[in-house]
């Protein structure tokens, strides 16, 4: 017999079948175990070459924005692409060429007219001396909103960057978060007023609807939250100001004793807004004149198609819709006023493939169209904030400093009396 190379199995003899078994047994363990091998190598080099893959976003955004884009498009395609093929809404399409180009033009610009009466009312609650001129509340106004339409949480999400935007432009910030709250909240009991007026009407006509409950509770909430911060503030200052600071005292990175500074100026603000009519009544008329233009721009839109909506019918729809719409389950209301709208037009006797046609022209301007002028908006108040000549930054940064420095000294004057003790 033969002597085996090194590596090899000896080769058992032709008349041990035992041992012939054996070296069959184990000659298939062997390509076994280099099976398993080679298909690790392979699975390596599959998860590898994944790996390798390279995303088609830039690296430089950030991934929040990433995914936001990404339901964003999805939504898009499912509002203006899937839906349109469904059976239900495919009637809609012959409804395409009746539209009456004329009536397009006016709903975009009630909707323009209904952006500006917004940035007339930041500016109706923000003081004269104060306050940025209109083309830059504006555009604060548009980047503010696009952000909020792409951004989880909606207003909610928005309202830190209009307050950044506000105070990049020269406004105090105490001056910008009232601002910021206040047209917030009372452009929420506006609505809600406008909503209960136009459900008077309607519940005696039409008959009563549980959606109008839940949209009833919404409001009350609403506007008691409003009514109790604005007694809290007024009447309890001192008090609200000792519970706020010792909330932020327990905070890092946050000043008790600026949130205490800052009760006191909004409470003040408060104040002087209680006792000047005239304001009150430009900031209610611009925050009326936003919904009311808004609410225009719809009933153009759904005529643009053939139908003239009532206008009992036009405001329980719009105003359930934008009531609805204040819980934070989608980005301004994605999905929830479209659904709303739809639905209740088609209660107030409107077709639903007019309906379908007015609401989805409606959103795309109102919805969509903000996002990308935001984006420009933004950019320009980059490249210009709003204070052309710098005096108003200025004067704040030469306040920071002098606070600074009058620190520092008080520091330095603790410091030198404890290195030189009084003698005895």
């Known amino acids: 017999m033969t002597e085996p190379a090194p590596g090899e ?3 058992p003899p032709a008349d041990d079948p035992i041992a012939a078994d054996q070296a069959a047994d184990q000659g298939h363990q062997g390509s076994d175990s280099h099976q398993a091998a080679d298909a690790n190598q392979s699975g390596g080099a599959e998860q590898t070459g994944k790996a390798r893959r390279r995303s088609h976003w830039p690296k430089w955004l950030p991934l929040p924005v990433r995914r936001a884009t990404k339901i964003l498009i999805f939504a898009f395609v499912v509002q203006f692409l899937v839906l349109p093929s469904i059976d239900g809404t495919r009637k809609a399409l012959s409804e395409l060429g009746k539209v009456d180009v004329f009536y397009l033009v006016a709903g975009a610009g009630f909707e323009a007219a209904a952006i500006v009466s ?11 001396e104060d306050s940025p001129s209109v083309l830059t509340l504006l555009r604060v106004q548009l980047s503010t909103l696009g952000f909020s339409h792409v951004a989880p949480g909606g207003a909610a999400a928005g309202t830190p960057l209009g307050y950044r935007l506000l105070t990049h432009a020269g406004v105090e910030p ?8 206040t047209q917030g909240m009372g452009s929420a009991v506006v609505l809600n007023v406008i909503l209960w007026l136009a459900l008077v009407v309607s519940i005696p006509l039409n008959g009563f609807n549980p959606v109008y ?16 911060l604005v007694v809290s503030l007024t009447r309890g200052e001192e008090r609200s100001a ?7 005292s327990h905070l890092p990175l946050v000043n008790h004793e600026a949130v205490t500074d800052l009760v006191h100026k909004v409470a003040e603000r408060l104040r002087e807004l209680g006792t000047d009519r005239d304001v009150l009544i430009r900031a209610g008329s611009w925050a009326a004149a936003n919904w009311l233009l808004d609410a225009a721009s719809l009933w153009v839109f759904v005529a643009a198609f053939g139908h003239r909506v009532s206008v009992v ?9 934008n009531v609805l719409a204040a819980i934070p389950i989608t980005p301004g209301g994605l999905g929830v006023i479209e659904a709303v709208l ?14 379908i046609l007015g609401v989805a022209s409606y959103r795309l301007l109102n919805f969509w169209l903000p996002i990308p002028l935001g984006g420009m908006a933004y950019i320009s108040l980059k490249v210009d904030p709003g204070d052309p000549d710098g005096t108003v930054l200025q004067q704040r940064k030469d306040r920071v400093v002098r606070k600074i420095q009058q620190v520092w000294q008080s520091m330095s004057g603790v410091n030198e009396s404890r290195s030189n003790p009084p003698s005895a």
């Open 9 to 11: 199995q000896p080769t």
């Open 118 to 128: 917004y940035a007339f009312l930041t500016r109706a609650v923000l003081p004269r």
């Open 174 to 181: 105490p001056d910008a978060g009232f601002a910021l709250a």
């Open 213 to 228: 409950l839940t949209a009833a509770v919404i409001g009350v909430i609403a506007i008691g939250g409003f009514a109790v």
């Open 242 to 248: 000792r519970v706020l600071s010792a909330l932020a």
């Open 313 to 321: 019918g036009l405001l329980v729809a719009f105003g359930l819709a």
């Open 342 to 355: 739809t639905s209740t037009l088609v209660g107030f006797g409107t077709p639903s493939s007019v309906a």
